[in-house]
């Protein structure tokens, strides 16, 4: 997943978007096939 800008000028209202997009669950789902598709990775110890 990429994030084209035009200028910087526009990241804060990209980045509020972005915010208020993770607070509603918008990216839920596609979180989720990522995990899907991450099968037999192991995680590793913090």
Known sequence: MA?????AAQL???FEQ???GAA?????KFI???NKQR???KKRAA
């Open 18 to 20: 972005l915010i208020l």
């Open 39 to 41: 099968v037999g990775f």
């Open 32 to 34: 989720a096939e990522m």
């Open 12 to 14: 804060p209202a990209v």
């Open 3 to 7: 994030i084209l800008v035009e200028s």
């Open 24 to 28: 509603n669950g918008d990216f839920d």
